[in-house]
Structures are given as C-alpha cells and as structure tokens.
Nanobody, 124 residues
Framework: QVQLQESGPGLVKPSQTLSLTCTVS??????????WSWLRQPPGKGLEWMGA???????YYAPSLKSRTSISRDTSRNQFTLQVRSVTPEDTAVYYC????????????????WGQGTQVTVSS
C-alpha cells in the first residue's frame, strides 16, 4: 500500500519561499502512468490543485500558480518537492501530496493515496 508523508516548515515569512517534501513509501514515483500532485486547502475554502510531476519526471502547473511554483523529484529518495516563491498570507493553507491518474482534479476520490496534510502559515 502506497503511503505519502508531507514534511517542511509550518511557518514561512511573507516574500520567502515555501518548500515542502513528499516522501513516498510502498511504491515508486516512477511507476507507469501515475501523477504525483500537490494540493492545498486554505482556511474556509475548498481544495486547490497546484501542480504535479509524473512517472517520467514531467511537471504540470495550475496556471494561476505557474509563475511562482516549482515541483521537482528525487528518485533515489522516492520524494517529490514543492516550492512556492514570494509567498503571502493568502498562501496559508493545509498542503497535501497525493497520487492519482488525473491532473487538475480536486475531489478526494480522484486520488488513490493521500498524505495526511501539513499546515503552512505565512506570517511575519
């Protein structure tokens, strides 16, 4: 059974870069046809799909975040990472990593494995 675990700082200052890592166990991030996504849920709002990397290492981004978001991976550690540059308090959210076979979806049922989520607060 695939398990995902997010890690990273819980507090980031405005204008800095938010960096999170998703560590995958029980399966490889190079497994054919899977997308490994980052999503977030701001307080009081719905889930937002941010971007993904696929089994080949290609990356995909939500248009609204593309200019300041980067996703990369480390196949030797079976991890993929998210960076969001120039954060503002509007980036405060619970951040999730998830595995699925689709992109840009925000329904829990579109993903077969989720991390538990990690709270990131942007504040000075």
């Amino acid at each position: 059974q695939v398990q995902l675990q997010e890690s990273g700082p819980g507090l980031v200052k405005p204008s800095q870069t938010l960096s999170l890592t998703c560590t995958v166990s029980g399966g490889s991030i190079t497994t054919y046809s899977y997308y490994w996504s980052w999503l977030r849920q701001p307080p009081g709002k719905g889930l937002e799909w941010m971007g993904a990397t696929d089994y080949r290492g290609f990356t995909y981004y939500a248009p609204s975040l593309k200019s300041r978001t980067s996703i990369s991976r480390d196949t030797s550690r079976n991890q993929f990472t998210l960076q969001v540059r120039s954060v503002t308090p509007e980036d405060t959210a619970v951040y999730y990593c998830a595995r699925g076979r689709v992109l840009e979806r925000t329904s829990q049922s579109d993903y077969d494995s989720w991390g538990q989520g990690t709270q990131v607060t942007v504040s000075s």
